[in-house]
């Protein structure tokens, strides 16, 4: 049964409104949803074991391996993924032997780096606790699958680079920076940083003196340890690839298992994945290897463009700028693997804190619905169903292709109103 209003709330139903504000503006209730949210995402991935931790379980034989041989990832051996990302892979293991021991600590490091991440956001910017409490509804939508890859690394460092970035672009690019040598996303907050300076030696200091520094510490202790020229070994790793499975550009190839039987979804033993297979799905791979540089480039003189218009709007441009560039990498992606969803929820949630009341802070509403629904169908695909979707299921391919579009979408409406932004007249 509903409760029935006393008479003063009936006078007065402001009242009502307002205790429901300063209760949603508690940071006890924001650190006591923190706590319920990410148990339910621990308990999730428990669940869900193998396939949550099952790049952890690589992660700790990499890790294991060097310290019991010698032979480290990047120094000794090309990698899938930048120098940076020894440092995470490698933390765990400096306490614990053994796997369960791996898991505990790489969860745990996870979840307070997301705290550290959503302390920024609310004690930074005018409306933090609103662009936390979506961010908390954003990764519930997402799941576990958070907690068991590197961009549970990555995500909250782009968190809290775009928060910086308001105000310390210096240090915002510093740590986008350092993201971006774990794995290559951040580098997008980086690129709409740069885009948004006003001039050149705006762009020295806040850009490109930070980023070398980063840059040359990361590579420096990558060569001094022996690496070579592995220490960029990440930039050719990838080639050989064809499409992922789930990937945007494999839902034509997936919607095709309808009524071609001859689409073949095969597992890659050497990087663990499931990949179509076949000279058309080898062909759209190569394109894409080159697209999606030159859709990074396209959005980086958009950005440019928009921020010279109308510099008193350049944080609103940034973000929208990182936005589209976030979601360009998954769609313009051969891999598209579930994880690289988290990348998309810093701007949303950012934006939500920091806008301004009124038609700006609006128009990231819609956008900040569907990217809950994306979580959510990319959930449903993964852990949830991808036997399933492996399979064919019909179900499972339209979730799929329904989610692919939707991004899609999202990527296009950023940019757009980007452009809209850069064409107005009035600010």
């Avoid at 202790?221 to 070994?233: E, K, P, Q």
């Avoid at 050989?240 to 009524?259: D, I, K, M, N």
């Amino acid at each position: 049964m509903c409760p029935v209003p006393d008479d003063a709330d009936r006078r007065h139903p402001a009242t009502t409104r307002d205790r429901g504000g300063s209760l949603l503006q508690s940071p006890w209730l924001l650190a006591l949803a923190f706590v319920v949210v990410h148990a339910r995402l621990v308990h999730e991935a428990i669940n869900w074991q193998y396939t949550i931790y099952g790049d952890v379980t690589l992660y700790e034989w990499w890790a294991r391996h060097g310290i019991d041989t010698g032979q480290w990832p990047v120094l000794d051996y090309a990698w899938v993924y930048p120098a940076g990302a020894l440092a995470p892979v490698v933390a765990p293991s400096l306490v614990t032997d053994d796997l369960l021991g791996y898991e505990i600590l790489w969860t745990a490091m996870i979840v307070a780096l997301n705290a550290a991440a959503v302390v920024l956001l609310v004690r930074s910017t005018p409306r933090g606790t609103l662009g936390a409490w979506w961010w908390l509804l954003f990764l519930l939508g997402l799941g576990p699958i958070f907690l068991g890859r590197l961009d549970g690394v990555v995500a909250p460092m782009i968190l809290a680079a775009l928060v910086l970035a308001r105000r310390h672009p210096r240090i915002a690019t510093a740590v986008a920076t350092a993201g971006a040598w774990i794995k290559i996303a951040p580098g997008a907050v980086v690129v709409a940083i740069a885009a948004t300076r006003r001039s050149w030696r705006d762009l020295s200091r806040a850009v490109v003196v930070p980023g070398a520094i980063v840059s040359a510490v990361v590579v420096g202790l990558a060569l001094a340890g022996g690496a070579g020229t592995r220490a960029l070994s990440v930039f050719g790793e990838q080639g050989a690839r064809t499409l992922q499975a789930e990937s945007v550009a494999g839902s034509w190839f997936s919607v095709a298992r309808w009524w071609d039987p001859g689409v073949a979804i095969d597992y890659n033993n050497e990087i663990f994945t499931y990949e179509f297979q076949g000279d058309a799905a080898r062909t759209v791979a190569d394109a894409l290897d080159w697209l999606l540089p030159l859709v990074v480039v396209a959005l980086a003189v958009l950005t440019l463009w928009a921020a010279r218009r109308h510099p008193e709007r350049a944080y609103e441009i940034l973000l929208l700028s990182a936005a589209a560039q976030l979601v360009a990498l998954i769609v313009f992606n051969k891999v598209g693997s579930p994880q690289f969803v988290a990348w998309i929820g810093p701007p949303v949630a950012v934006a939500l804190a920091t806008l301004p009341a009124g038609r700006a802070l609006r128009a990231w509403w819609p956008p900040a619905l569907g990217i809950v629904l994306v979580a959510y169908g990319t959930y449903l695909v993964y852990p949830v169903a991808y036997g399933p979707f492996l399979e064919g299921a019909t179900w499972m391919i339209v979730v799929e292709a329904l989610r692919n579009l939707a991004l899609v979408v999202l990527m296009a409406g950023a940019v757009w109103r980007v452009a809209r932004l850069g064409a107005a007249r009035i600010a």
